[in-house]
C-alpha cells in the first residue's frame, strides 16, 4: 500500500483513529442511558440534545485538571501505562472489517485473529502495569486483581474465539465475518452465551467489575491517577469495551455484512456495524444491571470450575456441528 | 415481681455492700452499692437472666464525687448498680471480663470524666482526639472550655498508640476515616496476612459534637431539637426518648392520640431508615440497581413524613407532652394508599434477597456472628435479632402505644449478613402493618398537654427501639429549665464491638460487606 | 438458583418506563400544607413578649426595635426551621409558608426583618 493521502484519511479520520473515538464517545453515552433508563433515572440530559456530548464533557474536564504524580512511583512505567494501552486497544481496530473492508486495507492475514486477541491481552496488561507503578496499597490491590481475572478469563475467550473460526475455516477475521450468512450467534447460540459472559470479565463489569470496585479498594488501579493520565486510563476502558463488542459482532453477529440498499456499501456496511455494536453493548448494560459485584475468589471459582470446562465442552459442540454442516471432503 | 427477687438476691450476695436503694422513675431500681461490690453485684444480676447484658455506663458529677452507674439489662427490665467515686481517687475495677460488652462504656467514661477502671483489656481514647491534653475532662462541671491549642505538631499521639499487634509480618490497611464504603468517618486498622483479615482495631470519636454537655447548658425544650439532631436517620426517636425521659421525671401522662401518633411516626422513621440501609448494602456490593430502585421507594416514605411533620427527615414532631401538630383525616386515605404501594414494592424486594444468585453469594455465610457472642457483646438491634436473640424494647417495656398495637418481632438464626438484612426487609412490612393499624385505630381527643417549663427534681431512664437498636437516655433534673445530666447511649455504639468480632478471620473483600449490615450510624455513635 | 431472580425482568420493564427524576427546577416539587419552609411574621399581632427568641433552639432570633418596639428578627442561616417559634408566641403571629428555595449570594440577604408585612430581600424567587 503507498502512503498516499487516501491511505493516511482512512487510518487516521474514517474509518480510523477520529472515527474510533467518536463511536467510542457514543457507546459510552448508550450505555450510561441504557443503565440510568434501566435503573429507573434520567442518564446524561443536559449537554447536548438528550445528553450525547456527555463523555466528551467528562474527556474534556480531565483533560485540564491538574497532573499529580506522586513521589514515590515508577515513573517510566507510570507515565506510559495508559497511553500505551489506550494506543494498544485502538491499533487492533486496525484489523476490523468496519465498512466493509479493514481499515488498512491488506493488513489481514490469516491469523490476525489470534493477533487481535493477544493485542487485547497486552494492553490489558499494561492497564496492570499502572496499577503496579503507583506504590499504593489500594492499587496494588486493584492491579493484583485485574492481573489475575483477565489471564484466567483470557484462556475461555481463545477457546470460544476458536468455534466460529472453525466453522469459517479460517483464522481470519474479515474472512469469518464475511462467511456468515446466518450469523453463528444463531447456529451455535450456546457459544456466544459463553462468549458474552467471558467478554464480560474481560471487560471488567458487573458482576466482574472486581478490580474497580470502589467500595473496596478506594479506585483500583485507577487511584493514583489524576488529569490527563487518568482521561487516558478511562478511554482506553472504553476503547476496550468498543473493542470486546467489536470483536463479538465481528466473529458472531456476520460483522459489517448486511443488505445493501441504494448508496454506496461502505455507508451500509458501517452502519449495520455499529446498529450489532449497540446491540451487543445493551445486552452487556443489561448483565450489569442485574448483578451484584463477586468477590474475586468466586470469581475464578466460577471461571475454573464453570466456564472453562464449559467452553471446551461448547467448542466440542460447534465443532461437530461445523462438520455436520460442512461436511469434510 | 421480678424485680423484688432480683432484689432480694442482691441482698443475698451482697449483704452490706449495699448501702441504699431508690427509685428511678419510671419504676426502675437503683442499688447503690460500695465501691468493690459492685462486681458482685453484676455477677448476680447476670446469674438471673441468661440474656443478661449492659445497657450503658452513666457517669454523673456530684461534685465532690462522681457517680457511676452501670445499668443491667436483665428480665426485661433494667437494674441500675451505682457506685461513688471520689474524684480525688477515681478507680474502680472493670468489668470487661464479666461482661465484654463493657468494654467501650468504660473507656469512653474514663476519656469524658477521668475513672481509672482497673484491668481494662486495652485502655486508651476513644471519644476525644489523640491530642486533647491531659486530665481535662469535658464532662466534670468544672470544665473550663478554653481555647485549646490542639491540632499542634503532635505526631507521637497520633501514631498507633503503641500497642503491637500479633505479628510484625501483617499489612496494614486503614478502612477510613475517608472511605468510598464509608459515609461517615470512622477508622478501622485492619492487619491483614493476605487477603485474611487477622486483627481490626476500631477508632470513633472523629464526629464527637459533645452533645451530652451542650445539652447542660440549654432549657429542655431546646434540648428536644438538640437531640433530635444526634442522627438525620433516626432523628424522631431520640426526640421520643428524650421527651418520654422528662416526662416521667415529671409524672406526665401523654394522651392515647398522641401515644398512637408518636408510634406512626416512630415506625415511619424505621421504615425509612431499614430502606436506606438495604439500598446503602445495594451500593456497598456493587449493585447499584439494587439501591436506585430501593432509595427512589423510599421517597414515598419521605413524602408522607413530609404531609405529616413538615419536613422530610428531621421530624421535629414530638415534644414534651404529647406531639405538635394533628393528623387530619384528609391525609390518613393519602398516607393509607402510599403505604398500600410500598407493601407491593417490599414484596418484589423480598423475592429478590431471597431469589437473587450474585446476593446471596455476597451476603449468606459472611459476616457470622453467634449467638453467644451477640450476649457477651451485648449487641442490640437487629444485629442481635439476625443471631437469634429475641430482644425488642417495643416488646419488652412498651412504651407510646405498642402494648395496644400488635406486632410480630422477627428473628433469624442464622447469624450471617443475609439474616441481619432479612430481619431488617420483614421489620419494614410489620411496621407497615402497625401505622395501618394506628391509622385505623386512631383515638379522638387532645393530642398535647401542657407542661410547666421548670422540671422538678429527679431522675429517670426511657427506652426506645431505634431502628439500630435499643436507644437509651439517662436525663437528671436538678429543679431548673435545664437538665443536669443526660446521657446517651446509641445502639451502634453497642453494636462497634460486633463489628470487630465479625471482621477478624474472614476477606477482606467481605468487610464492606459485612460491615455495613451492622447499620453503623456513626454520628450516632459519636454524639 | 431454584427461580430466577424477579429483578430480571423489573429491569427491562423500566427500560421502556419514564424516569422517576423529576426534572427540576422546570417541575417544581408538591409542597404540602404545613410544610416548614420560611418564616412569615405578622407585625400587627406581636405584643414583644420575646418568648420566641427566648425559646429558639440556634439563637436565630433577635428582639430589635422597630417604630419604638422591640420586634424579633429571624437569621435565617441560623434557623433550623424547628417553628418552637411560632409554638411559642402566645399570639400566633408566626406562621410557616412553602417557600424553600432560600439559597442566597450573601448573609445579609438571609435576614428577615420586621417590617409591616413579611419578607425583606433574599431567597431564590
Known amino acids: ?329 | ?527 | 438458583m431454584a427461580r430466577l431472580s424477579p429483578i430480571l425482568k423489573e429491569v427491562l420493564v423500566h427500560l421502556f418506563k419514564k424516569p422517576a427524576t423529576r426534572k427540576y427546577p422546570e417541575e417544581k416539587p408538591h409542597v404540602p400544607e404545613g410544610f416548614r419552609g420560611r418564616q412569615v411574621f405578622d407585625i400587627s399581632l406581636c405584643i414583644s413578649c420575646g418568648l420566641c427568641a427566648r425559646d429558639c433552639p440556634a439563637e436565630a432570633i433577635e428582639m430589635v426595635e422597630v417604630d419604638g418596639k422591640l420586634r424579633p428578627l429571624f437569621h435565617l442561616d441560623r434557623c433550623i426551621f424547628c417553628y418552637q417559634c411560632a409554638e411559642s408566641c402566645p399570639r400566633n403571629a408566626i406562621k410557616s409558608s412553602g417557600i424553600f428555595e432560600l439559597a442566597a449570594k450573601n448573609k445579609s440577604d438571609l435576614v428577615v426583618k420586621p417590617k409591616t408585612n413579611h419578607t425583606s430581600a433574599g431567597g431564590s424567587q
Open chain 1, 1 to 329: 500500500m503507498s502512503l498516499d493521502l487516501a491511505f493516511l484519511l482512512r487510518v487516521l479520520i474514517f474509518p480510523g483513529l477520529t472515527f474510533i473515538l467518536f463511536l467510542t464517545m457514543f457507546c459510552d453515552w448508550v450505555e450510561r442511558k441504557i443503565e440510568a433508563r434501566m435503573q429507573n433515572r434520567m442518564g446524561p440530559t443536559y449537554t447536548g440534545p438528550a445528553g450525547v456530548l456527555q463523555p466528551f464533557a467528562d474527556f474534556i474536564k480531565l483533560l485540564t485538571k491538574e497532573d499529580i504524580v506522586p513521589f514515590n512511583v515508577r515513573d517510566f512505567v507510570f507515565r506510559l501505562a495508559p497511553i500505551l494501552s489506550f494506543s494498544i486497544f485502538a491499533f487492533a481496530f486496525v484489523f476490523l472489517p468496519i465498512d466493509g473492508v479493514s481499515v488498512v486495507s491488506n493488513s489481514n492475514f490469516e491469523g490476525d485473529l489470534v493477533l487481535v486477541l493477544t493485542l487485547v491481552s497486552i494492553a490489558n496488561f499494561f492497564l496492570f502495569l499502572s496499577g503496579w507503578s503507583s506504590i499504593n496499597p489500594y492499587s496494588a490491590t486493584g492491579a493484583a486483581r485485574v492481573l489475575t481475572q483477565f489471564l484466567g478469563y483470557d484462556i475461555p475467550l481463545f477457546i470460544l474465539a476458536l468455534a466460529p473460526a472453525f466453522l469459517a475455516k479460517s483464522l481470519s477475521i474479515s474472512k469469518i465475518a464475511a462467511s456468515q450468512f446466518i450469523p453463528f450467534a444463531f447456529v451455535v447460540p450456546w457459544v456466544f452465551v459463553l462468549f458474552i459472559i467471558t467478554l464480560q470479565a474481560e471487560l471488567e463489569k458487573d458482576p466482574f467489575d472486581i478490580p474497580h470496585a470502589e467500595t473496596e479498594i478506594v479506585g483500583g488501579y485507577e487511584t493514583e491517577y489524576t488529569g490527563r493520565r487518568l482521561a487516558f486510563l478511562k478511554l482506553s476502558k472504553d476503547v476496550q469495551i468498543v473493542l470486546g463488542a467489536a470483536i463479538a459482532v465481528e466473529l458472531f453477529l456476520g460483522g459489517p455484512h448486511g443488505p445493501v440498499f441504494y448508496g454506496p456499501s461502505a455507508f451500509w456496511c458501517t452502519l449495520w456495524f455499529v446498529l450489532k455494536l449497540l446491540v451487543v453493548i445493551v445486552l452487556t448494560e443489561y448483565l450489569t444491571c442485574v448483578f451484584a459485584r463477586l468477590r474475586i475468589d468466586q470469581a475464578l471459582v466460577i471461571n475454573w470450575k464453570l466456564i472453562l470446562p464449559l467452553s471446551l465442552l461448547s467448542l466440542v459442540a460447534a465443532v461437530g456441528v461445523g462438520l455436520w454442516l460442512y461436511p469434510l471432503r
Open chain 2, 1 to 527: 415481681m421480678n424485680t423484688d427477687k432480683i432484689l432480694e438476691a442482691l441482698s443475698n450476695a451482697l449483704g452490706d455492700g449495699i448501702l441504699q436503694t431508690r427509685t428511678l422513675r419510671p419504676e426502675k431500681v437503683c442499688v447503690q452499692v460500695k465501691v468493690g461490690a459492685h462486681r458482685d453485684a453484676v455477677k448476680v444480676l447476670l446469674n438471673q437472666d441468661g440474656n443478661a447484658g449492659i445497657s450503658a455506663i452513666t457517669g454523673v458529677d456530684l461534685g465532690k464525687t462522681i457517680e457511676l452507674m452501670y445499668h443491667i439489662r436483665t428480665c426485661n427490665t433494667i437494674i441500675t448498680i451505682s457506685v461513688n467515686l471520689t474524684k480525688e481517687n477515681a478507680k474502680i475495677e472493670s468489668i470487661a471480663d464479666l461482661i465484654p460488652g463493657a468494654n467501650f462504656h468504660e473507656r469512653e467514661v474514663s476519656d469524658l470524666f477521668g475513672v481509672t477502671f482497673e484491668g481494662h483489656p486495652n485502655p486508651g481514647r476513644l471519644i476525644l482526639p489523640e491530642d486533647w491534653p491531659e486530665n481535662v475532662f469535658p464532662l466534670r462541671k468544672d470544665f473550663v472550655a478554653l481555647n485549646f491549642q490542639s491540632k499542634m505538631e503532635n505526631s507521637e499521639a497520633l501514631k498507633d498508640n503503641g500497642r503491637h499487634s500479633i505479628d510484625e509480618r501483617l499489612v496494614n490497611i486503614v478502612f477510613g476515616p475517608q472511605h468510598p464504603a464509608l459515609i461517615e468517618p470512622e477508622k478501622f486498622t485492619l492487619k491483614v496476612d493476605g487477603e485474611v483479615v487477622k486483627e481490626v482495631k476500631p477508632r470513633i470519636g472523629y464526629v464527637h459534637r459533645g452533645i451530652e454537655k451542650a445539652a447542660e447548658n440549654r432549657t429542655y425544650l431546646q434540648d428536644i431539637y438538640l437531640v433530635e439532631r444526634i442522627c438525620g436517620i433516626c432523628n424522631a426517636c431520640h426526640a421520643a426518648c428524650f421527651c418520654q425521659t422528662v416526662e416521667a421525671i415529671m409524672g406526665v401522662d401523654v394522651p392515647p392520640r398522641a401515644r398512637y401518633l408518636r408510634t406512626i411516626i416512630l415506625e415511619l422513621n424505621r421504615i425509612h431508615s431499614h430502606m436506606l440501609l438495604l439500598g446503602h448494602v445495594g451500593f456497598e456490593i456493587g449493585y447499584e440497581t439494587l439501591f436506585h430502585y430501593m432509595w427512589r421507594d423510599r421517597e414515598r416514605v419521605l413524602d408522607i413524613t413530609e404531609e405529616l411533620t413538615g419536613n422530610r427527615i428531621v421530624a421535629s414532631f414530638i415534644t414534651i407532652g404529647g406531639v405538635r401538630r394533628d393528623l387530619k383525616e384528609d391525609v390518613i386515605s393519602r398516607i393509607n394508599a402510599e403505604l398500600e404501594t410500598l407493601k407491593g414494592r417490599m414484596n418484589f424486594y423480598r423475592q429478590l434477597f431471597e431469589g437473587d444468585s450474585t446476593l446471596k453469594m455476597r451476603t449468606k455465610n459472611v459476616g457470622i456472628l453467634s449467638r453467644q457472642d451477640a450476649l457477651r457483646l451485648c449487641v442490640v438491634g437487629p444485629v442481635a435479632r439476625g443471631s437469634g436473640v429475641d430482644m425488642d424494647v417495643r416488646r419488652d417495656e412498651p412504651y407510646a402505644a405498642y402494648n395496644e398495637v400488635p406486632f410480630k418481632v422477627i428473628t433469624y438464626d442464622e447469624g450471617d449478613s443475609w439474616a441481619r438484612l432479612m430481619v431488617r426487609l420483614d421489620e419494614i412490612v410489620e411496621s407497615i402493618n402497625i401505622i395501618q393499624y394506628a391509622l385505623e385505630h386512631l383515638p379522638s381527643g387532645p393530642y398535647r398537654v401542657r407542661v410547666p417549663r421548670i422540671v422538678p427534681a429527679g431522675e429517670a431512664i426511657g427506652r426506645v427501639e431505634a431502628p439500630r437498636g435499643e436507644l437509651f437516655y439517662y436525663v437528671k433534673s436538678n429543679g431548673t429549665a435545664s437538665p443536669e445530666r443526660v446521657k446517651v447511649r446509641t445502639p451502634t455504639f453497642a453494636n462497634i464491638l460486633a463489628f470487630v468480632k465479625i471482621a477478624e478471620g474472614g476477606n477482606i473483600a467481605d468487610v464492606p460487606a459485612s460491615f455495613v449490615s451492622l447499620d453503623p450510624c456513626f454520628s450516632c455513635t459519636d454524639r
